[in-house]
């Protein structure tokens, strides 16, 4: 059964950083795509950052320059660095990984960018 367990939301000033990880298991096949999705109050959820299996990225128009997605194919692990954080990027974090055409979700992380 593959699991996808994200770790380290919280809540963090404007202008601020954090760092968010998340790990898989359960499965030994190649994991084509790894990423982060969000979703606000209200709102659909919507592409954060992802990174293919060979290392291209992808961002949202709203957190590139500010965001970076980086992941260990060894270890089968994505990280999510947030910088220079607003309280609009407020919203429950979800880890995504995609197998064999197959979307996997993590339980959510929420990030509170606040002052």
């Known amino acids: 059964q593959v699991q996808l367990v994200e770790s380290g939301g919280g809540l963090v000033q404007p202008g601020g950083s954090l760092r968010l990880s998340c790990a898989v298991s359960?499965?030994?096949?190649?994991?084509?795509?790894m990423g982060w999705y969000r979703q606000a109050p209200g709102k659909q959820r919507e592409l954060v950052a992802q990174?293919?299996?060979?290392?291209?990225?992808q961002y949202g128009d709203s957190v590139k320059g500010r965001f970076t997605v980086s992941r260990d194919n060894a270890n089968k692990t994505v990280n999510l660095q947030m910088n220079s954080l607003k309280p609009e990027d407020t919203a429950v974090y979800y880890c995504?990984?995609?197998?064999?055409?197959?979307?996997?979700w993590g339980q959510g992380t929420q990030v509170t960018v606040s002052s």
């Open positions: 990174v293919y299996h060979g290392g291209s990225t």
């Open positions: 359960g499965t030994t096949f190649t994991i084509n795509v």
């Open positions: 995504n990984a995609e197998i064999w055409g197959y979307d996997y």
